[in-house]
């Protein structure tokens, strides 16, 4: 059964609020319960470092638009630091990791938020495609009722593309690598079965100029294996 993305936005609009609104609108609105419009259920709350961001883009649901926008609890790592649990607690051992400092998002010359890009990592430290910008609040905005941040979450889908390319050209290069070699295995063991030096030499001569043309890594080969007959 095919599952058909949420949408009800007329054709060619598109779900797209800037980084003021997120911060100014959105965000603002939750700190303070006080209701905001979310018609298509775009804004959850969930436990996000639960899961792996596969995971918890099941969890959030299909929607037009690929970005996930969840609202947080701000957890420390230790209870006196000030440095935030972004490790995933699945048993996956995966976790985010910030790329860049806190850049500040101003309106009209004033201070309104910070937003921090974060990239996730899988647990022997391998990095994807999928990152995160998280949102939060200034210290001095108002006195928050509820200390959270907003996270959007997205896979970076050209990124995405250019590493499946580069895997699939490796792979491709590997398998014609691996061919060559069994190729001049196979040229080399063919005079092995001769039974003296010489019967050797003229059945190896003969392979070398009766063959396809050679590269100079076969002449090289050729030179060496010959030295040994």
């Known amino acids: ?3 058909t993305p949420v949408n009800l936005f007329p054709i060619g609009i598109r779900f797209s609020p800037t980084e003021v609104e997120l911060v100014d609108y959105y965000l603002a609105n939750k700190v303070m319960n006080k209701p905001f ?3 298509t259920n775009r804004f959850q709350e969930l436990e996000l ?3 792996t961001p596969k995971k918890l883009q099941e969890k959030y649901g299909v929607q037009k638009e690929h970005e996930m926008y969840i609202f947080v609890k701000r957890m420390l790592k230790h209870q006196k630091g000030k440095r935030l649990q972004r490790r995933i607690t699945d048993g996956s051992n995966g976790f985010w ?3 860049t400092g806190e850049v500040k998002i101003e309106l009209a010359g004033v201070l309104v938020g910070h937003r921090r890009t974060l990239v996730y990592y899988k647990s022997e430290g391998q990095k994807t495609n999928w990152l995160m910008y998280e949102y939060r609040l200034p210290d001095h905005y108002f006195v928050q009722l509820d200390d959270w941040l907003l996270c959007k979450v997205y896979l970076n889908e050209k990124e995405e593309t250019k590493s499946k390319t580069r895997l699939n050209s490796a792979l491709e290069s590997t398998v014609i690598i691996n ?3 069994d190729i001049q295995q196979a040229k080399y063991s063919s005079a092995s079965h001769a039974n003296s030096n010489s019967d050797i030499q003229q059945q190896f001569q003969e392979a070398i100029f009766t063959e396809a043309p050679w590269t100079m890594d076969d002449l090289f080969q050729i030179a060496e ?5």
């Not at 294996?225 to 007959?229: A, Q, T």
């Open 37 to 39: 419009q979310d018609p």
């Open 97 to 99: 990791k910030a790329s």
């Open 179 to 181: 061919t060559n070699i």
């Open 225 to 229: 294996y010959s030295s040994h007959l």
């Open 1 to 3: 059964m095919e599952i």
């Open 49 to 51: 470092y639960n899961y």
